[in-house]
């Protein structure tokens, strides 16, 4: 019996980007208060972008933000913040792989670990097991990026290797 | 029937070729299995499982009991599949089952003649003697239906996960009715339909819709829920409901293969499942050639396949007329329609059909039954007797004999989940009722059976779905039809039969549970439905009950003379519908069952020989095989290198943890059994964790990076879990603190670099720069700074007993490092040598942290008289962790230097041989010493010096052992202080 | 039950998240605390983890006998 | 009484095929309630049957057993019917191995064919580490008197052909240990066995007889309030596996128990594939154990569903997750089609083993906390149970188990799972 062979590829790119330095920062109260309100995205989910749209600081978890590329103006905020005695900056270089994944099937092919759609309404990004690998999702203009658990990278790209449409699109 | 070009709303015309129990047949693109092989004239398809006895199609959909195949050719094959399911493919290899030698001629078959012997508890009263397991083997070979693969090389199953407005399963003229008053007022919609075409009884119903053919208005229909953006799943099973997501199982063609498994999460879903048609009890019921009315009806308008000749009809319901009518028209002689009903109960429009019918010359008979299926391989008559004089027998001669008792609701899917169900006696079933919140059912599974009427019934379900969705209420007008009115029917369980009738009255036929069998278990007292289910197998098969689950429970009702609303049906159990275990498991097969970390060195590792193993999620390294062929050479070789020269080993999955902020210290302090506010800045501490109960958790070395920032590592098995035991207490009772905890395993490759050349090496591979603070590092003592610009932390610290350093650095830099390592002339060591270095050294390895130690157990002594007051201590004062006889670590060494014991060995005293008083936890043979040393937990009775057996039955038996201080190697530590 | 609403991340599948235990009654002894347990049909308080999302700890009270929620929050960040 | 019923044979099933029908007579029901017993056990699942079976047998004693629903409804006819008694502990494997000899002979004592089947319990290591753990325990049992083997690659291969244990896997076969006499039993044998048993020796058994509170004089229990009336009672056992917490908060007393879902399903019919028992335990929270029944179906379990619940539905992505490991320990069943999934509460503890105890009063006792071992205990706990509600007394196998263990730290942690049913 062959059953391989209705299956076809997804029209999807991932493209795997070194990241350099990455921070987290880790605020000591949450709800985070009054010393986050300007330029902190405080809503759960919510993500500042720099100028070219790309995800600059990102709130994945209470009291938590992910800074994947500290530009000055974030590290200041960042600084600020600690100065401030509201938390503090944790040097989390190589904890994460950064992925872009665009594409007309994008998000049928997320849609393949998870209802994506559901667990990105209302927010811009979303701390979730993508095949099974620790990720934060964001949206973000040319499709999603992508922040995976380094010692997951490896089986996260081949995953979407495998990934193949669902029969019924033959 | 051959030589007749067939004409079926689902073939296609052009012809195929295959095989069936090795004859060669042909049919045509849009058949099933079960189609051609009717209208070659095959009736015979499969043999039940406990009398093996002889059967055919009984039914046109998955509920089909008999007609199971095999298909494809050894070693690739998938058994159990339903004929009526499986789609004719060019080539099918299919074959029946459950027979030997062959379909026509089967042996065990003559175990039938047993009748009565075998009947329901038949196995509970024999087979005492000698022993149950000694008739075992022959009785397992009988049972069974199919036979798995030698191989099932199936393609994994991607499941689509998504969230929509309005669920619509099934696409009948309900289920259609719904998802299109839902798409109208705006909902997203997703339909779901098990057969690979939309329309459900429409097939074969006669009437109109809106004033078209029932077919058309389909066509229009999904034409417009197409244009509406609704999505529509055919081939698509509604398998199971879990809190309000629902799975679905796209399995074309009836095989698994390419299938998809949906989990579809809306907001409302409408269950259109229709109703599954159920028989009658009567003598022979089962005989190749008995099929249900709706059965017949859709071979022949999907397939048009003529299920006989010459054909009876048997029913207590008006559809039987129309029915006939239809047969009629498509050639085959109707012989009579036999109804349990008096004449009046007949309603006009089948009694004008009754009327063209005898005008025909079909014999309709009121209130009669029929008694008996005649015929010994295949249906040659029926033997018919009104039912006030079931002595007044008649033999009417025909080739099929279809029955009809009238229509189960799919209630299933809805009664899981807190749905409930009423019996209503119109229908004589059970119809649902009360769903809970975002679920409703409409059409046939509320009991609504005429179209006008279903849709309707499914109209407004779907009006209300996307109402309740938050969508709009479609206000366009409904579809009206009219088709075959309600079938007035009158239930009707059983033909009148004897004793030794009831015998052959199948009720369950995959099981071949007979209405003797529901008598004899009542007569032992098994009266509720549930023990008679479990007690007959009633409802086990692979139709879950679909065929013969009512019909049993109104027989039972009968039997016990209590109404059938009061008797019930047994709990129907999930899933909806039977599904593949490689649908159900996915993406998660073969080498992707569980996700693999990797390590920064994985690559290396495996370029260089390295033996990788699961350690958690994680692969490492046990040996290199340049070293040895297999762990235990090469684990001595890699040890003794590392004690002679060096070697480096990858720590990179040590769990680390970032502990930071104002009150990181003292959070530290309560999490581990001794003080973490004591360490200095630039210096670390070994430290040990206990439960919430005062067992041992973990232990690591915790560093101080500066005052209000401590790095904490943790075993690489225990990461996950210590992460969120320091979370909780976190969030807990620090919640609100100046502390802070983040997950940092993957931000720091750790390589451990071991042996009295270790310095010297690291001196050459960091530089000057790193010189002079490397030199000035203490034991504990760490220092931080660049490397090929990223992060590096040296700590001094060692597990080996040797001179060693663990290197903390970014995992950009681990592998450059780490080759540079190797230029400079160390070479890697596995988990083997690390193991031997660590038993060497009295250091623990991991099995002596087993959730059942204390910190007194493991020699902690000191630790504990600090008098930290950490979690878990308040339960260690508990009156048994203080007993003599309490375990304790303590080193072991066999007695005459040369006896070998393995970790695992139980360790008994002269005076108690077959009673432990401890074990080996671990046990290594040690290069350095030239012997086996190892570590145990021995009963405190016992002290150093003591000499006892290590018990090994399982492996090498017996060796005399003497317990020893737990430091084997060097212990006055002068090496690690080099 | 087949989701949980996380406080922060929203409805989750219920899979992401990992039960820690019941909650004994409160102001127990420190055995208690560890081993006892309140055992009603109709509600239980619990401490779970959002493990495979946010991370963040939560107490979640349900009716255990039909799996309904009745109310998650937060344990941490100091707001309660 | 005992005349009543007739005894079992392959003679008397072929003398009830020539009387016609009227010979046999009902296993248990039909007897009426009384207004006082010597003593009552609450819960017609395995243990308050088998203990009432041995009250009313060794010890002579007047016993009703009031079951709210019906005769084994719970546990009993819900587990995955396998018997071992592979435990590590002295205080577990003794325990289940009396447990174990007493299978290998009830159908003959019961005279009901419980079909004890001794095809063997095989868990299965992944890797040395796990060979050591398992030799800890078998060397443990051996000494003790009970079988175990270690099977390396070629003995596994020999014994198991159909696991093909070389076969590349995410996480490989090591190798694994063997319990010969392990097996499995009919589930529901078991239940009908007993309560047709205990029947013959007088045992009123009442179904759909919902005991409500329990009433007391000068701290002693005196009788049960039940929805058919009160009853009196010297002794009152409770013996109500899933609910046993409830028990514990009618009479005031927590007890260290939280109440966990576990999952069973089972698969179409095949022709035999599996012939013995295996159990897959693997990183990333996987664990399954299969069989298959003697009808054919594949016999599937696993963890608990991971949360306290008395729904008995379980949670489709643990099916999922026990199917993963079927279809990785087996792969040729990859096609095979699951159809039934069904869930059992159980009583789990806070160190995984049983509690067989007095409860707060000097005449009520408490037979729980079962958690995954409770269908494989039912013939020793019967026995030794009924002996210390008989006698006062707990025989030496059975003093273990009490419940002040917890506060004593006596502590029966076979998996060192610490008061954690679900691990964190």
Known sequence: ?170 | MSGNLRRGTRLRGETLRFRFDGRDYTGQVGDTAASALLANGVRAMGRSVKYRRLRGVLAAGPEEPNALFTVGTDPCVIPNVYAPQLELTDGLVARSQNRWPSLRYDVASLLQAGGGFFGAGFYYKTFIWPSWHAWEAPIRALAGLGTAPRDANLAPVPHEHSSCDVLVAGGGAAGLAAALAAARGGARVVLVEREPVCGGELEFESGAIDGQAPLEWVRATLAELDRLGARILTATTLVAGNGGEYVAHFEPGGLPGCSTMYKIRPKQIVLALGAVERPIAFVNNDLPGVMLIGAAERFLARYGVRIGKTLVLFANHDRAYAAATRLVAAGMRVRAVVDTRPADAVGAAAASRRAALVAGGTECLAEHAVLAARGGREVRGATIAPLATPSATRNFGCDALLVSGGWGPSVHAGTQEGGTKRYDASLGAFVATEQPAGRANAGGANGILELGAVLADGTAAGRNAARVAGRGSDASAAPTGAGDPAPRLVPFWRSPADRAGEKRQFIDYQNDTTVADLRATLEEGFIDVEHVKRYTALGFGTDQGRIGGLLGAAILAELRGEPLAEVGTSRLRPPYHSVAMRSIAGLRVDENLRITRRTPLYDWHLAHGGVLEPMDLWMRPRYYTQNGPAAYEAGIVEARRVREVGGIVDGSTLGKIEVAGPDAAAFLDTLYLTKASTIKVGRSKYMVNLREDGMVLDDGIVLRLAEDRFLATTSSGHGAHMLSHFEHYRDTEWSGRGVTVTDVTEAWAVIVVAGPTSRTALNAVLGASWAESIDALTHMAFARGLHGGQDLAVLRASFSGELAFELHCRPAIAVGLWESLVAAGLQPYGLEALDILRVEKGYLVSSELNGQTTPADLGMDVMIKLGNPCIGRDLLDRPAFREATRPRLIGVRAVDGRGRFYGGAQLTAADAPNRPCGYVTSSVYSPALGEWVGLALVSRLHAEGAVLTARDPLRIGDCAVRLTSIVHYDASGGRMKS | MNRLTCPFCGPRELREFEFHKTLPEPGSSPYARVYERVARLDESTEHWQHVLGCRAWLRVRRNPSTDAVLETTLLGGGAT | MTGAIPRYSALALLRARLSGGGFWSPLWTGRKLKDAYDVVVVGAGGHGLATAYHLARDHGLKVAVLERRLVGYGNVGRNTTIVRSNYLLPENHYFYEDSLRRWETLSKDLNYNVMYSPRGVLDLALSDGDMQDMARRGNAMRLAGIDAELLDLPALERFCPELEPRRQRRFPIFGGMVQRRGGTVRHDAVAWGYARAATAHGVDIIEDCDVQGLRTAAGVATGVETSRGYVKADRVLFATAGHTGMIGTMLGMPLPIETHLLQAMVTEPIKPMVNTVIIYVYPGHGEVYVLQSDKGGLVMGGFLDGFPSYTREGQWSRLENVVEGTVAVLPRAAGVKIVRQWAGTNDMTMDGSPIIDRLRHDNVFLNAGWCYGGFKTIPASGAACATLVATGTAPDLIKPFKLSRFQTGHLLDERGGGPFPVRL
């Open chain 1, 1 to 170: 019996m062959t059953t391989q062979t209705a299956l076809k590829s997804l029209r999807i790119e991932l493209v795997a980007h070194s990241p350099g330095r990455v921070l987290e920062f880790v605020a000591f109260l949450y709800p985070a208060g009054g010393a986050f309100v300007v330029g902190w995205p405080s809503a759960p989910g919510e993500v500042r972008n720099d100028a070219e749209g790309r995800p600059v600081l990102l709130h994945v978890a209470p009291a938590r933000w992910l800074v994947p590329a500290p530009c000055d103006e974030i590290t200041a905020l960042v600084d600020a913040a600690v100065a401030a005695s509201a938390g503090m900056s944790i040097d989390a270089t190589g904890k994460w792989c950064e992925f872009h994944l665009s594409g007309p099937d994008a998000g049928r092919a997320l849609g393949l670990s998870i209802d994506s759609e559901s667990v990105l309404d209302g927010r811009e990004c979303a701390s979730v097991v993508l095949f099974d690998c620790p990720c934060v999702l964001a949206r973000v203009s040319s499709g999603y990026a992508i922040w995976v658990r380094a010692s997951f990278a490896v089986d996260f790209e081949a995953a979407f290797g495998r990934l193949r449409a669902p029969a019924r699109d033959r």
